[in-house]
């Protein structure tokens, strides 16, 4: 019987790092604003690209269509989002951060930010120039979208 050496494999432990730094991120926005890991990501996407569908969202952070209608339901129940009717397509609503939903993101990217320079800092510039450029080839090799950016 085969087996794989969890150490060695790519997948295994790339997603031992994103789950420790979702986690770790969490503790700042669960802890501070009560919000979920997927109403963080729905909050963050439409911070950077207003007027997104919910299907949008999802295809950009990565996130199944049941996880963004509860994160949308959760971000509207708290007045941090709203909706607008898609004239082209009735069926589809433009989502849009709300001026209590952009104070909400722009209060927690300091800290967000402060993780990021803390790993930053740990790996240094060259390290962190090469898990980019990986990143960037991953996302590349897996026929991920490049990122929509905002307009």
Avoid: C
Avoid at 79 to 101: I, K, M, V, Y
């Amino acid at each position: 019987m085969s087996t794989l050496d969890l150490e060695r494999f790519l997948p295994y432990r790339l997603n031992r790092v994103a789950a420790a730094v979702s986690e770790q991120l969490r503790e700042v926005y669960g802890r501070k604003f009560g919000l979920t890991i997927p109403e963080w990501r729905v909050l963050a996407t439409l911070a950077q690209l207003p007027r997104s569908t919910a299907r949008e969202v999802g295809r950009h952070a990565r996130l199944h269509k049941t996880k963004v209608s509860r994160a949308v339901q959760g971000l509207e129940e708290r007045r941090w989002l709203s909706r607008a009717e898609n004239p082209a397509d009735r069926r589809e609503e433009f989502l849009s951060l709300t001026p209590l939903g952009t104070t909400t993101y722009r209060a927690i990217v300091p800290d967000m930010s402060a993780f990021e320079d803390r790993l930053r800092a740990a790996l240094g510039p060259d390290d962190m120039g090469a898990v980019l450029h990986a990143l960037d080839r991953l996302e590349q090799v897996l026929g991920l979208e490049a990122p929509r950016q905002q307009d």
